[in-house]
């Protein structure tokens, strides 16, 4: 589950050229600018009147069960919880990044903790996931989809080396339209790990 990840040392209009999105912001706005956590506000892009603008909002869905955290990933595509969001082009998004975190999922038996590992895509100073938003009574918010690997063997993707059980579903440039504007099928077909070779690790 990633639940950390970065927008450094990028401006707001690098994001929106890397994003193509219009440069007429939907609202004014302040985005924490180095890490962004769950509650906290992350850019996103979304269609609106036939263009892509670029917007904030919270990251994380409220949690149906009280009390709990907001929920940040979407695994479970068909759950009737991410049902409008998913099937409305308009509900989806991208989401910018320079680099995410995941933790390992075994402590270091040395020191008896969980070491962090950052993400990023060496050839896209920022890339994207693949996110659903909605409007809320607090406001819009935000999550991403996260996907399982091929042959379902973690172990072979350099993601999935440290945390087997999930990773963000990072879009190719040329796919984020199909994203944004297909048909439901059209879109979740994107849903799988991005190519371990053009991801870099630190």
Not at 41 to 62: K, N
Not at 70 to 87: A, G, M
Not at 101 to 111: A, D, I
Not at 116 to 128: I, L, N, Q
Request: net charge positive; aromatic share 12%; glycine share 6%.
């Amino acid at each position: 589950m990633c639940n950390l990840y970065r927008l450094k040392n990028v401006e707001r209009w690098e994001i929106a050229a890397a994003t193509g999105a219009d440069q007429t912001w939907a609202r004014s706005f302040e985005v924490e600018r180095d890490y962004v956590a769950p509650g906290g506000l992350g850019y996103v892009v979304r269609h609106e009147d036939g263009r892509r603008v670029l917007d904030a909002m919270r990251w994380g869905y409220p949690n149906p069960v009280p009390g709990k955290a907001p929920v940040t990933n979407i695994r479970n595509y068909i759950s009737p919880f991410w049902h409008s969001s998913l099937t409305k082009p308009a509900q989806r998004c991208l989401v910018p990044v320079t680099s995410f975190q995941e933790w390992s999922v075994e402590p270091n038996p040395e020191s008896g903790k969980k070491k962090a590992h950052w993400f990023s895509v060496p050839s896209r100073r920022v890339f994207t996931f693949a996110g659903a938003w909605r409007h809320t009574d607090k406001g819009p918010v935000f999550a991403f989809l996260t996907c399982g690997y091929e042959d379902d063997n973690p172990a072979a993707h350099i993601v999935g080396r440290i945390y087997p059980k999930a990773c963000p579903v990072i879009l190719h440039k040329e796919d984020e339209e199909r994203w944004l504007t297909g048909k439901l099928d059209r879109a979740l077909s994107l849903a799988w790990a991005y190519p371990s070779q053009l991801i870099s690790v630190e």
